[in-house]
């Protein structure tokens, strides 16, 4: 995504110093939040069974109630795409039903369906980076690397990509594209670090597994569940050497 306008980073740069750099997202939810998207002019939340847009301080513009399981999601083109899994996350091929849906970011309508089949073990989250969307997902405890699934503009399967991370706890959970780098967000506090052609760089052990989104040079929202995960927030996040990610106004 690239950077936003500078009056959009000024309007969130308003929101961190009142807001001790946070922004909440208005109201509360049936099940957890699951991924964060920005288009620069609002914020999109998917909390599992509700899909939420905000304006850029967390005001409520619209909610729409979605079918379980939907997960992280993405901006193109003004459309948000989200990772949805109707079947079981986790276990061998065959008990998964892995779709993107796509939503009109101005209304939250649905207005298409694709079918992800090749995400065997649940779909649960993408992004995107020049018109190739990368999916993500779940991960049997037997597996000793992450998979990273390609698709084209149109939702056509590209490729398949192994990250050799060993096992993460459920697999991946959030996918962000910026700086040249896939960072991939997963339960347990453990962030991966990939490089344009999906080659793994780093690893951290930092909590990006309920949404990761860049907003303009050397600023990101890191998402996080409170009021027992029925409600969702971020928080202005900068990049860090070696812990991944930390607020934005963390000293070195």
Known sequence: MSPLPCSVVLALAAVACAS??????????HSHLQGIATDGEAIYWSFTRDLVKTDLAGKLLARVAVRSHHGDLTC?????????NFGAFNQEPGKEDSWVYVYKAADLSLVAKHPVAELVHGAGGMACRKGRFAVIGGLPTTHKANYVYEYDERL????RHVLPSGYTRLGIQTACYADGFW?????????????AAFRLVGQYDCDCGVGLVKLAEGRYLVGRCFDQSRRGKAFIARPHP???FVPAEAGK
């Open 242 to 244: 070696t812990k991944g």
């Open 20 to 29: 001790a750099g946070e922004i909440v997202c208005e109201g509360t939810y």
């Open 156 to 159: 056509k399967f590209v490729r």
């Open 76 to 84: 193109h083109e003004g459309r948000l795409y989200v990772a949805v």
């Open 183 to 195: 960072w991939f967000g997963c339960y347990g506090k453990k962030l991966l670090k990939a490089d």
